[in-house]
């Protein structure tokens, strides 16, 4: 009903003040921890680099004389995203909160507090899980060929490029069964039509993992398999979800004759 909107119909004015006021917080937000993360922008390419060291290689080389200072500010900048996001996704509720009903609202309000949650685990999971593993493979190359010694120098732009495709296309990829399910919940698809397409899934799994990670197989495969299998995850999550549904929906009475 119309009464479940937030107070009153805003003309369009006030949407674009609104609208000022959260891109205002959001762009805040951003530069200051921007400005925090790159004060500390050594201790975070540090804490980066760990994977590297545990695969072997203790050595990163610059050969532009501006790199290892563009590689710091591009450490801050990915590093501040990272800190920024819950405010973004909370300034983008708030904004597309008041014109939403309060059904939709309960809906779609724990989709949104899970998002940061399946992003950090999926940038966790590719720190701690499929970084060193690729990195292993990667490196492993080096050694003698035909008499000729063959050394990994990786630079300092080439790692930290490697590092945040892995870790944003990870966080990204994870997010795949929270947007399924709000399709679902939207009616955009159903549980049957994801259960039917699952070759179709794989596929596109395959090609959204060639776009995300370095261009190499086993990347792509590290990416591809926990992708499907968030897939699969999210199928079986939407069927719970209906069967709970179903269990708590109110069971209408039984017209009794007298």
């Known amino acids: 009903m119309i009464s479940d909107l937030d107070e009153s119909k805003a ?44 695969a072997g290689q203790g050595k990163l080389i610059y050969t532009d004389i501006f790199e290892a200072f563009f590689a710091q500010v591009k450490v801050a900048f990915f590093a501040a995203l990272m800190i ?36 950090i685990g999926g940038a966790a999971f590719a720190y ?23 050394e990994a120098l990786p630079g300092v732009g080439n790692y930290l490029t490697f590092v945040t495709r892995f ?8 997010l795949l069964p ?7 919940r939207a009616g955009l698809v159903t549980r049957d039509q994801l259960s ?10 395959l090609a959204v993992s060639a776009v995300l990670t370095p261009p190499d197989a086993v990347s792509m495969l590290l990416l591809a398999v926990p992708l499907y299998a968030l897939y699969e995850f999210a199928i079986i999550a939407i069927r719970i979800t209906h069967w709970r549904a179903a269990r708590n ?10």
Request: proline residues 7%; positive net charge.
């Open 196 to 205: 039917k397409s699952r070759r179709y899934a794989a596929v596109i799994v």
């Open 84 to 119: 920024s996001f819950p405010m973004l996704a909370t300034q983008i509720w708030r904004f597309v909160a008041p014109g939403m009903y309060a059904k939709e609202k309960r809906a779609f309000l724990p989709f949104l507090l899970m998002t940061p949650l399946f992003f």
């Open 11 to 54: 003309p369009l004015l006030e949407h674009l003040v609104e609208l000022r006021r959260r891109l205002l917080w959001s762009v805040s937000t951003l530069v200051v921890a921007f400005g925090l993360c790159l004060i500390v922008a050594k201790p975070i390419f540090a804490f980066l680099v760990q994977p590297l060291l545990r």
């Open 249 to 258: 929906a109110p069971t209408n009475p039984q017209n009794i004759e007298v």
């Open 128 to 150: 701690f899980v499929t970084m060193p593993f690729a990195l292993h493979y990667l490196l492993s190359y080096q050694g003698n060929i035909g008499g000729v010694q063959q």
């Open 178 to 184: 929270i947007l399924l399910m709000i399709l679902e």
């Open 167 to 174: 870790l944003f296309g990870f966080g990204v990829a994870f």
